[in-house]
T-cell receptor, first 113, second 116 residues
Framework: GESVGLHLPTLSVQEGDNSIINCAYS??????FIWYKQESGKGPQFIID?????DKRQGQRVTVLLNKTVKHLSLQIAATQPGDSAVYFC????????????FGTGTRLQVFP | GAVVSQHPSWVICKSGTSVKIECRSL??????MFWYRQFPKQSLMLMAT?????????EQGVEKDKFLINHASLTLSTLTVTSAHPEDSSFYIC????????????FGPGTRLTVT
């Protein structure tokens, strides 16, 4: 069935280092992917998105990479800061002409000094 | 811009009672809103898609008679948990899609429901 999963449930990094959060998706027809950040007790916050016709997109301190061959998505955070500590979810839009998003299982990012 | 609010932010109710949660798009119009449920340390699970002026579309396994959704205007959708039980305790999150911007969804801050 359709699923979006993550390789690492928890990622601990030192402040200032770069973070890489990975996500695998199963539906090759998915055409839109988003990364969200969720802090405790809050709703998801949009970070960055990418369409299937791209393989890389950069934002402020964040980069999303899409490898359609192996159905893999990653989020790179440069110079990780304590404020980046949260749970990160990838989400995919699994079919054309639908607004539905399927969320991955999430990765907790812990930043220590 | 693109702010979505939810009310209440948290609610405690007794088993057997009903609870209504509101989701509002504050500065944009949303023909489509989505309702998610999130249990502790788990991901968001889509419950239903709410379309303005029409019946909601429920995901498989979600009881439509238990989770009543109404999307009466372009800025408001409500989720009513009827005859709530302790297992309905969860974090309920809504999102809204801006009619002006394809694909993008904006999430509300969530509502923590505790059923005693």
């Amino acid at each position: 069935g359709e699923s979006v999963g993550l390789h690492l449930p928890t990622l601990s990094v030192q402040e200032g280092d770069n973070s890489i959060i990975n996500c695998a998706y199963s539906n090759s027809a998915s055409d839109y992917f988003i990364w969200y950040k969720q802090e405790s007790g809050k709703g998801p916050q949009f970070i960055i998105d990418i369409r299937s016709n791209m393989d890389k997109r950069q934002g402020q301190r964040v980069t999303v990479l899409l490898n359609k061959t192996v159905k893999h998505l990653s989020l790179q955070i440069a110079a990780t800061q304590p404020g980046d500590s949260a749970v990160y979810f990838c989400a995919e839009n699994p079919r054309v002409n639908t607004d539905k998003l399927i969320f991955g299982t999430g990765t907790r990012l812990q930043v220590f000094p | 811009g693109a702010v979505v609010s939810q009310h209440p932010s948290w609610v405690i109710c007794k088993s057997g009672t009903s609870v209504k949660i509101e989701c509002r798009s504050l500065d944009f119009q949303a023909t489509t809103m989505f309702w998610y449920r999130q249990f502790p340390k788990q991901s968001l699970m889509l419950m239903a898609t709410s379309n303005e002026g029409s019946k909601a579309t429920y995901e498989q396994g979600v009881e439509k008679d238990k989770f009543l959704i109404n999307h009466a205007s372009l800025t408001l959708s409500t989720l009513t948990v009827t005859s709530a039980h302790p297992e309905d305790s969860s974090f309920y999150i809504c999102s809204a899609r801006d009619v002006q911007r394809a694909y993008e969804q904006y999430f509300g801050p969530g509502t923590r429901l505790t059923v005693t």
